[in-house]
Nanobody, 124 residues
């Protein structure tokens, strides 16, 4: 059974940092794209970042470039999202998801399995 479990969310002041983790089980990272998405109240789910396992390619939304870094530890089947210089507009529920279509980014409808999400709240 495919499972994705996010952790690491919380409350942080603007300018602070958090590191989110996405622990995967039931599949290996080979030939997958692992994406981080977020959804704020009243807004659509949007892509934040993605890493493609086959070649390590990474992708970022313009709004987080230079502040967020995605990485993976294939031995642990875990993907991380290091978030620095956080802003109040980064407040959202953050989800990780997996797709076996490496061209799926940033379309959330192309992702097959999702975690339950972790809340990130950035206070001003």
């Amino acid at each position: 059974e495919v499972q994705l479990v996010e952790s690491g969310g919380g409350l942080v002041q603007a300018g602070g940092s958090l590191r989110l983790s996405c622990a995967a089980s039931g599949f290996t990272f080979d030939d997958t794209a692992i994406g981080w998405f977020r959804q704020a109240p009243g807004k659509e789910r949007e892509g934040v970042s993605c890493i493609v396992s086959s070649d390590g390619s990474t992708y970022y939304a313009d709004s987080v470039k230079g502040r967020f870094t995605i990485s993976s530890d294939n031995a642990k089947n875990t993907v991380y999202l290091q978030m620095n210089s956080l802003k109040p507009e980064d407040t959202a529920v953050y989800y990780c998801a997996v797709s076996w279509d490496k061209s799926s980014w940033p379309n959330p409808y192309e992702y097959d399995y999702w975690g339950q999400g972790t809340q990130v709240t950035v206070s001003s």
